[in-house]
């Protein structure tokens, strides 16, 4: 068996190679680059970013800060007035993050290490929304909403500044949108869409004016060509007419010269001609005597025709007329009898109506004359009764109202035109006669005569006259 012996200063170098390897071990830093290792303790403060290193374990430590990008909104809180002093509410959009420069992340270091991302987040939005403010409120309502970029450009550099004291480095902002509750952005497009129709029209308007202008020139270097091309025609007229009428003088030259020829011919032909036409008006005339004779016999017979033509056509015109009359003739008739039907109807029936009313009337009297004579037959019973002088009082009393009343219809008659002898003896004649009449009637109809019964009564009282001399007999005759 064998026996191995270790010194203790071997042991030590053992231990000690042991002891470095940990520290080397716990002490190795590998960096990524989207985070930054700051290391601090023994030595001044080191700060790796994507690359190793080492630190001293136990007596240096190390903190991190993420590089990465961070999205802030910033929006104001309440509204901010421009330098117009229209209140606007802005939105934006703000890509921030820890600077890698090493002056920036050594004051990032010192301000934001240990902070969680939404406290960094928040109190950045408070650091950008106040910039923002201000940028706002130094600037126009128009300039913000025409030209969004230049503002996010001055808030950007306006917070810059603010942003590095953090170690905060700012990769962009934009103004996502602005709001105002008052309509002014929306009137303001209003505006600029009238102002864009307007200057549309006026640009059509030029462009018009200067389609015209080009129009009215093209015209008039047209008309220009065309005039002097006229002119050049008319030149060329005017050389061909001369050379026209050069040509016509040497044709009518020629012309006079075969006519004179021609007249000579003619001459001649004309005397042979008037010698044939001298015959031939013998011939016609011949024929013509002929032609006349034949024609005064077809003339006798066409108007021996025309005279038998027009007798028989007039005779068929009046025939027809006197038929047409007939039947006019008779068709009056006929209106003015079927007029004089319909008036005699129209009379019959007033006739009738009239008839019908008297008779309802007459009826009407015959019953009121039964009711009064059945009223007078009850008190002629009632007076007979009484005796011969209270009926003859009745009579007497009743006679003047029955005169009257016989009398009445010539009181109600305006006018009275008597023919003949008539005169007011004769009126006043026949409304006696009217009395008697009804006096009459009563005899008739009661059986009591008032002409006997007014002698009887008389004749009693001048025999009884003689004797009424005392004054009971008095009496009783009055």
């Given amino acids: 068996m064998s026996q191995f012996h270790i010194s203790g200063g071997v042991i030590g170098g053992i231990i000690a190679a042991i002891v470095l390897i940990t520290l080397l071990v716990l002490g190795y830093l590998k960096a990524p680059p989207d985070t930054a290792f700051i290391i601090s303790g023994l030595r001044h403060k080191r700060i790796l970013i994507g690359k190793a290193g080492w630190r001293v374990p136990f007596f240096e430590r190390v903190d991190r800060l993420s590089l990465q990008v961070m999205t802030v909104d910033v929006k104001t809180s309440e509204a901010v007035p421009t330098n117009e002093f229209i209140n606007v509410m802005v939105d934006g959009v703000a890509n921030v993050k820890v600077s890698s420069d090493p002056v920036l992340l050594s004051r990032a270091a010192e301000a934001l290490l240990g902070m ?30 025409q030209d969004r970029q230049g503002v996010a450009k001055k808030i950007t550099e306006n917070v810059v500044p603010d942003m590095q004291k953090l170690g905060i480095e700012v990769v962009n902002f934009n103004i996502q949108n602005f709001r105002d509750n008052a309509g002014t952005i929306e009137n303001m497009g209003i505006d600029n869409v009238e102002q864009i129709r307007k200057n ?86 011949e024929k013509e005597a002929e032609l006349a004779e034949k024609e005064i016999a077809i003339k006798e017979r066409q108007l021996d025709a025309e005279v038998r033509k027009q007798a028989d056509a007039m005779k068929y015109q009046a025939e027809k007329e006197a038929e047409a009359d007939l039947i006019r003739r008779q068709r009056e008739a006929d209106a003015k009898q079927y ?66 009343n016989a009398a009445s219809p010539l009181a109600q008659t305006d006018h009275i035109v008597m023919y003949g002898d008539g005169n007011a003896t004769k009126l006043v004649k026949d409304v006696i006669s009217s009395s008697n009449q009804v006096v009459e009637g009563l005899k008739q109809s009661t059986g009591i005569d008032l002409a006997a019964l007014l002698s009887g009564f008389a004749g009693g009282k001048i025999a009884a006259k003689p004797d009424a001399d005392t004054p009971a007999d008095i009496e009783e005759a009055e």
């Fill in 116 to 145: 969680r991302q939404d406290e960094l987040i928040a109190m950045l939005t408070q650091v950008l929304e106040g910039n923002m403010r201000e940028i706002v409120g130094s600037v126009g309502l128009k300039e913000m909403v």
């Fill in 200 to 285: 549309a029209q006026i640009a059509k308007a030029n462009a018009q004016r200067d389609i015209a202008i080009a129009t009215s020139q093209a015209q008039q270097e047209a008309n220009a060509v065309k005039v002097e091309a006229e002119k050049k025609i008319a030149e060329q007229n005017a050389e061909l007419t001369v050379q026209q009428a050069e040509m016509q003088v040497r044709a009518d030259t020629k012309k006079a010269e075969a006519d004179a020829a021609y007249s000579i011919q003619q001459e001649n032909q004309r005397k042979t001609i008037e010698i044939t036409r001298a015959n031939a008006d013998i011939a016609r005339s």
């Fill in 339 to 404: 007029e004089a039907l319909k008036e005699a109807e129209a009379r019959r029936a007033e006739a009738d109506a009239a008839r019908y009313a008297m008779e309802q009337e007459a009826e009407g009297i015959r019953a009121r004359g039964l009711a009064e004579a059945e009223a007078i037959e009850k008190k002629a019973e009632a007076q007979r009764k009484m005796g011969e002088a209270s009926i003859l009082e009745m009579y007497l009393a009743a006679l003047p109202e029955v005169v009257k």
